[in-house]
């Protein structure tokens, strides 16, 4: 079931801007893609899980948001996640039961009351410590 524009619209333009402060504690994450047709840089908050060189991320809006088809189209992104900046190679989709074993219990909980069980998984092919965006 997609989620209406309406929520979307309120999401992007004034949560977007309160989680961002969040990024670096806990599951918050900003993941900076390229628009695959305006080639505009954009930075999106997201949760995100990391598993020694991967990263799973639980679609809780569906496989077809923007951020992702950016990423597809482009192959790679940068992602800020806690003290570290990593470069981060194509998504691959997993299994429901995959995405749902990966990630932590209180997320777990969570994801059925979203009606999340679309999941990907990107492998980190560059690690830093985050000095900003300009690195």
Excluded at 39 to 63: H, N, P, Q
Excluded at 86 to 104: D, F, H, K
């Amino acid at each position: 079931m997609p989620i209406p524009k309406g929520v979307t619209r309120f999401n992007k333009n004034v949560l977007n801007r309160f989680t961002r402060h969040l990024v670096g504690h806990g599951p918050f994450v900003e993941i900076e893609h390229v628009g695959r047709r305006s080639g505009k840089v954009f930075r999106t908050v997201i949760f995100a899980f990391r598993d020694a060189d991967r990263v799973t991320i639980a679609l809780t809006y569906g496989s077809e948001v923007d951020w992702l088809k950016n990423v597809r189209a482009a192959g790679r992104c940068r992602m800020h996640l806690g003290p570290r900046l990593l470069t981060l190679g194509p998504p691959t989709a997993i299994s429901t039961a995959e995405g749902v074993a990966r990630m932590p219990h209180g997320p777990r909980e969570l994801l059925p009351v979203l009606r999340s069980d679309d999941f990907v998984e990107l492998p980190v092919l560059v690690e830093k410590t985050f000095r900003g965006w300009d690195q």
